[in-house]
């Protein structure tokens, strides 16, 4: 078997008449079956904005295909790799811009945990709906982590395993008035330029504030810290200065939307 990436028709990578700026999203596919990729092609041939611009079919091929290509978003079967976290780990670790997005034969509680501690943006079961595919890659190319509702519930309740735990508690950490008017923002569903606009700053400051809070602590990203806070119950009495809660339009208080997505990630 060939250790090159497979290459995708160039009729399929390039942009179609009217599509205007070119902005779309740029996706790898690794997955062991060849049939499963041509019918992911023809999926994605239907969204104006999306775009196969490279294929593997082997965990080499997938490393190479990482490198070679410029891609937003790799389809990664899990199958690919004997320990497929490992394999994401490095995958990751060697193109940190890019975001993974990890098909499973079956749902798996500790495998779908343990991706997500790793950096994975989404898990999708093979026999996944051709809608929600796309949906959920739409998401992950904005920076926001996807999971189905059982995924959701599987994160949720090990994060509250683990603050039960003897020895788990974390330190008490001071967080500044700004800095926790921030989380609180995150907290209610707000995104970045919201939560800019809100505080009366940048995104960039937003960001940059966010990554000291993870820091201080120790998540990992907008998921683990919304949890952090509701695991905590940090904001049960919320300060005075906090923002008033977000319309139905953003989401309530609570961390997980309803339709199983995530809130976004801070690249």
């Known amino acids: 078997m060939a250790s090159s990436p ?3 028709q160039e009729n399929i990578e390039r942009p179609r008449e009217g599509d205007g700026g070119g902005q779309f999203i740029r996706v790898i596919l ?16 239907l969204e104006d904005d999306v775009r196969v611009v490279g294929q593997a079919e082997t965990l080499s091929q997938t490393f190479s295909a990482a490198k070679k290509f410029a891609a937003d978003v790799l389809l990664f079967e899990a199958a690919l790799a004997p320990n497929p976290v490992e394999a994401v780990s490095d995958l990751l670790r060697q193109n940190p811009g890019l975001r993974l997005v990890v098909v499973t034969a079956e749902p798996d509680e500790e495998l779908t945990l343990e991706l997500f501690r790793r950096g994975v943006h989404a898990i999708v079961p093979r026999e996944v709906e051709p809608e929600l595919l796309v949906d959920c890659l739409h998401k992950v190319s904005k920076g926001e982590a996807w999971l189905d509702h059982r995924g959701t519930q599987w994160v949720l309740e090990a994060y509250r395993t683990q603050g039960t735990r003897p020895g788990a508690s974390r330190p008490k950490v001071q967080l500044t008035p ?16 919201e939560i800019a606009q809100r505080v009366g700053t940048t995104e960039q400051v937003v960001k940059n504030y966010l990554r000291k809070v993870y820091d201080k602590l120790g998540v990992a990203d907008r998921l683990e810290l919304a949890l952090f806070c509701l695991n905590n119950r940090m904001f049960d009495n919320a300060p005075k200065d906090a923002p008033a809660q977000s319309s139905p339009t953003n989401g309530a208080a609570t961390a997980v939307p309803s339709n199983g997505g995530i809130p976004e990630k801070i690249s």
């Not at 690794?30 to 092609?41: E, S, V, Y």
């Not at 609180?184 to 995104?191: A, L, N, Y």
């Open 6 to 8: 497979v290459r995708v």
């Open 30 to 45: 690794a997955d062991t079956q060849a049939i499963f990729r041509a019918g992911l092609r023809k999926i994605f041939a």
């Open 178 to 193: 700004k800095e926790s008017l921030i989380v609180s923002c995150v907290t209610q569903g707000m995104k970045n330029k």
